[in-house]
Nanobody, 118 residues
């Protein structure tokens, strides 16, 4: 069974930083497409960034609104995906979800709340 557990969210002032973690079990992350998504109140869930498996070149795809501020990384030994978020803005406030793309569909974590105060 695939499980994803996010942590690291919280309250931060504008301009601050947070690092989110996603501990994954049941699959090997370096062989899978992994992603971070977010959903703000009243809005649809949207892609923040994704990364392909290492055998596919570890290609990253960032949403325009986070380019230059957020960075995805993974630690294969810990089977953990990270999202480093810098220069946070109030509009980054959302629940952030980790996801793994599987043949049967996308598997989601439970999400972690990020709140950026102005």
């Amino acid at each position: 069974q695939v499980q994803l557990v996010e942590s690291g969210g919280g309250l931060v002032q504008a301009g601050g930083s947070l690092r989110l973690s996603c501990v994954v079990s049941g699959i090997t992350i370096r062989y899978n497409v992994m992603g971070w998504y977010r959903q703000a109140p009243g809005k649809q869930r949207e892609l923040v960034v994704s990364i392909t498996g290492s055998t596919d070149g570890s290609i990253t795809r960032y949403a325009e609104f986070v380019k230059g501020r957020f960075t995805i990384s993974r630690d294969s030994a810990k089977n953990t995906v990270y999202l480093q978020m810098n220069s946070l803005k109030p509009e980054d406030t959302a629940v952030y979800y980790c996801a793994a793309d599987r043949e049967i569909g996308r598997v989601w974590g439970q999400g972690t709340q990020v709140t950026v105060s102005s």
